[in-house]
């Protein structure tokens, strides 16, 4: 079976080096970012409001590699690559939860951004804390 995705949007940042990213999104919350969503998807973005929590699922557009075994970070030990945070994965799937702080159009800008600048959207979901406990 063969999945293909399209993206929703892009995201438009100040990190243009996987290395200037910082590691979590939920750390990072002195930078913004913007997601533009493409025009077919904008009435899909009705109802996220501002100083809401949401979840962006996306693309690691500049991974190179996929090791089904890697040492995470900070650690000492080799591990299978979904019990970590790795970019580096068979399907490259990113997931942030970040903060809307502003609507305006077909942007969504908000604060915990550790992705780089044209990563592509797959998707947005709704962040909530009784379903999804820190």
Known sequence: MKIIMEPIGYIKSEFKQKQELPRQSVLNTDKRAILEILPKYKEGIEGIKENTY???LFH???STSSPLKLIPHGKEEMSGVFSSR???RPNGIGMSIVKFTK???S????EGVDMLDGT???DIKPYNPELNPK
Not at 107 to 110: A, K, R
């Open 103 to 105: 609507i305006e159009g």
């Open 54 to 56: 949401g979840i962006i």
């Open 120 to 122: 592509p959207v797959l």
């Open 107 to 110: 942007t969504l800008e908000f």
């Open 60 to 62: 690691f557009h500049q």
């Open 86 to 88: 790795s970019p580096n």
